[in-house]
């Protein structure tokens, strides 16, 4: 009798591994189609094939006859987990984390994010780490207990953004002329949208020149687009000022060296 209840018990674990292979491969699909969240998915579907295999397997007892040993086991593995779960806090804490970031709408498979320290577009996130893409190519791996307690900057949740640039304008220069040329020539190249606007300010007196800043919209999910939109409006500016004969300033330093004859002094220290 304990034969054939063993071979379809065996049966039944076969049937139900391609059964969880084959649902959560056609869930994954569905959910392909709907649920645009790449973590989330995955995070679905590995629960639901974990769901099937050890629904599997606990069936797989009852066929055997074996409900004394199941208590036994599910009263054992109550004691295990306890144990498990006080030795490997660090891990659980990351395995939540790493659930609570798949279902936060604040962060995607390819967003672009900074923290305080790296920088990189999302590439997966997994129950244990969040793997950044830097773009330099390398990819930096933190567990996700660490991320989720920093805050961090998601470039990637609009798609319009304002930038800032910094020059100095010599001291003869007329001001008013400048702020106009400056705030035409980037109007003429970065579209401002309705609620969008060009803002220039001095901001000091520096010691070879006056300082200023312009500071303008465009569209900016990454940062080499920030750099990109800098360097355009560094180049015009620079043309600009060329075209209209105004001069950017660079320090000057005057060093006077006195020459001493032989009849000057001696200052040195006597040693004798």
């Known amino acids: 009798m304990r034969l054939p209840n063993m071979l379809i018990a065996l049966l039944i ?52 006859n074996l409900d004394k040993a199941l208590t036994s086991l599910l009263a054992g593995a109550g004691v295990v987990a306890l144990a498990v779960g006080l030795a490997l806090q660090g891990t659980l804490s990351n395995t939540f984390s790493g659930i609570m970031l798949s279902f936060l709408p604040r962060i995607r498979i390819g967003d672009y994010i ?17 793997v950044l893409r830097r773009p330099d190519n390398h990819f930096v ?29 010599d001291y003869n220069s007329n001001l008013r002329e400048v702020e106009a040329l400056i705030k035409k020539v ?36 990454k940062k080499s687009q920030m750099y990109a939109g800098q360097h355009e409006a560094i180049m015009l500016i620079r043309e600009t000022f060329h075209e209209n004969n105004i001069t950017i300033p660079f320090p000057i330093r005057t060093i006077h060296v ?13 040693y004798k």
């Open 13 to 64: 674990v076969i049937v139900f591994f391609f059964l969880a292979r084959i649902l959560s491969g056609l869930l994954r699909k569905i959910l392909r189609r709907h649920l645009r969240n790449q973590s989330v998915r995955r995070i679905i579907t590995k629960l639901v094939y974990g769901v099937l295999l050890v629904s599997g397997f606990f069936i797989a007892l009852d066929v055997m």
């Open 114 to 130: 900074e923290t305080e320290k790296h920088a990189g577009f999302v590439h997966e996130i997994s129950l244990r780490n969040l």
């Open 141 to 169: 791996i933190m567990p996700n207990s660490k991320f989720i307690e920093e805050p961090f900057v998601n470039f990637s949740l609009v798609t319009r953004a304002r930038i800032t640039v910094k020059s100095s304008v």
């Open 186 to 221: 980037i109007a003429d190249n970065f579209e401002q949208r309705e609620g969008e606007r060009i803002e220039f300010y001095y901001t000091e007196f520096g010691d070879s020149a006056i300082q200023f800043i312009v500071r303008f919209w465009i569209d900016y999910v």
């Open 258 to 270: 006195s020459n001493l004859d032989d009849d000057s002094p001696d200052f040195s220290p006597d």
